[in-house]
């Protein structure tokens, strides 16, 4: 079966890919002109989620339907997937240079860590009272944070809520974790995370984050052997922050602190 022989209404499956990290959503085909193919969009919170995906890159889309015929399960890999207005519709374009039976996914990496910089509120199972953190970074099974020199939580078990926007969505998170260690950094606690619960909101947006990056860094590209202190700090092996970067956080987080003390004396 050729990719341009999909029919309309059939069903398929996306999968992007990035390292270990994997977003699946359904779709069907909607129409097909000469080697593309138009299928639905990924909703999220009621609107199209803007996706573009070049073949050959970090990202990899594939795509799985049952051949009609058998009823085998079958694919194609490594797809180029393009957010476009069809009839008046925002759909997805698909289009492929070939086809392939379903392929084995033995590839294995490390999970890929990325800096996000966003407030948010930490609780412990024992207290509704959250206090105020700065998320460092994201992977799909972690997250790391800032939190004041006064965080002590009464268990290791944790829910992290934030919010942030991309490419003008909004996305609300809430994750359940456990605490896998902790350090002092530039007068904060840095706390890493284990995500205890496979949380789908959580993988999208980390998805989207990484592919709003990558998107962003194909504008900027600094010449070979020309990267400032600031960038060299930003790609340090560990993703530390800057002495600076610590610094502000530190100053934010105190800052709040100190507005919360004085809003407690007004209010008695």
């Known amino acids: 079966m050729k990719f341009i022989e999909l029919v309309k209404d ?3 499956t996306i999968q992007l890919l990035w390292g270990e990290q994997k977003i699946e959503f359904l779709s069907k085909v909607i129409d097909k002109d000469n080697s593309v193919v138009y299928v639905t969009p990924y909703l999220h919170n009621g609107s199209e989620l803007e996706l573009n995906v070049v073949q050959g890159k970090d990202i990899i889309c594939n795509i799985f339907t049952n051949e009609p015929s058998t009823k085998h399960r ?13 009839d008046d519709k925002t759909v997805y374009c698909l289009k492929t240079n070939g086809y392939n039976h379903v392929a084995n996914h033995d590839d294995r990496r490390m999970h890929n860590r990325l800096i996000v910089q966003v407030k948010a509120k930490v609780y412990d199972e024992q207290s509704s009272e959250g206090v105020d953190i700065i998320v460092h970074d994201i992977s799909n099974v972690g997250i790391s944070f800032y939190a004041p020199q006064t965080f002590s939580p009464k268990t290791n078990h944790l829910n992290i809520e934030f919010s942030d926007y991309i490419n ?10 456990i605490i ?9 606690i840095f706390c890493g995370c284990r995500i205890l619960k496979e949380n789908r909101d959580y993988q999208l947006y980390g998805f989207m984050k990484r592919l709003n990056a990558k998107n962003r860094s194909r504008m900027i590209k600094p010449e ?9 700090n930003e790609m340090s092996e560990e993703g530390d922050l800057s002495a600076n970067k610590q610094n502000e956080i530190s100053e934010e987080l105190s800052s709040e602190k100190q507005t919360d003390e004085v809003s407690e004396e007004g209010d008695t």
């Open 10 to 12: 059939q069903s398929l």
């Open 74 to 86: 079958i694919s194609w890999k490594n797809i180029e997937l393009t957010t476009v207005i069809h």
């Open 168 to 177: 003008e969505k909004i996305f609300n998170i809430n994750v359940e974790c």
């Open 180 to 188: 896998a260690r902790t350090t002092n950094k530039a007068g904060n």
């Open 224 to 232: 070979e052997g020309d990267l400032s202190e600031n960038k060299r």
